[in-house]
């Protein structure tokens, strides 16, 4: 009986020891890093090949509710600018045995109206959430889109997205709203 507080420290030490590693260790690009270094060949290049389709998956949508009365129409457009403004960091081109690996931004394009007044005609691009973004996202991330994943609540109009660095197997993610009187707002999901 003698034993048993200190035993009990002792396990609540090592617990806490054993989260504080984790959570250090999981931290930071260089274990996204080790990540990829752990995957396979084959998953590799799904990743790779997943980032080279994703150039010519331009996504549009046109869609109209009425709300309280109200007639709310967004048109929207997700594309590749095929601009080549984004290396990838050298880390990931060694994990897939690459000199290089040159990339482009994507932007949407979209236009939102309620009862046939434009309220906002414009692009959202990756600079949009700078005040969100790591430096290591603003330098070599890209704005993705994944469907579905617009919503119209009201008179605003939600769109999310991630925002990663290609080939890298991760990104974050970020919403984009934009109310009645056009003015954009943005946050972080993660």
Do not use: W
């Not at 250090?24 to 274990?31: F, H, N, Q, R």
């Not at 967004?74 to 690996?101: A, G, M, N, Q, W």
């Amino acid at each position: 009986m003698k034993n048993e507080p200190n035993t009990c420290l002792k396990e609540c030490f090592l617990l806490i020891l054993v989260g504080c590693i984790l959570l250090i260790g999981c931290s930071g690009p260089e274990s996204q890093v080790q990540l990829l270094k752990d995957k396979g060949k084959h998953a590799l290049d799904s990743i790779r090949n997943e980032v080279l389709r994703s150039y010519n998956d331009t996504v549009r949508i046109d869609t109209a509710v009425i709300e309280k009365g109200d007639t709310i129409k967004v048109k929207f457009r997700h594309y590749c600018t095929y601009d080549k403004k984004i290396s990838t960091p050298r880390e990931y081109l060694d994990i897939y045995k690459l000199s290089e690996f040159i990339t482009h931004n994507f932007v949407s394009e979209i236009e939102f109206k309620i009862n046939s007044k434009i309220v906002y005609k414009g692009l959202i691009t990756k600079h949009d959430f700078n005040g969100s973004l790591s430096d290591d996202q603003k330098k070599y991330g890209v704005l993705n889109y994944h469907r579905p994943d617009i919503s119209i609540s009201g008179k605003t109009i939600s769109i999310e997205y991630g925002i990663g660095i290609p080939i890298s197997g991760r990104e974050l993610g970020y919403e984009m709203e934009i109310d009645s009187t056009g003015k954009k707002q943005t946050g972080s999901m993660d």
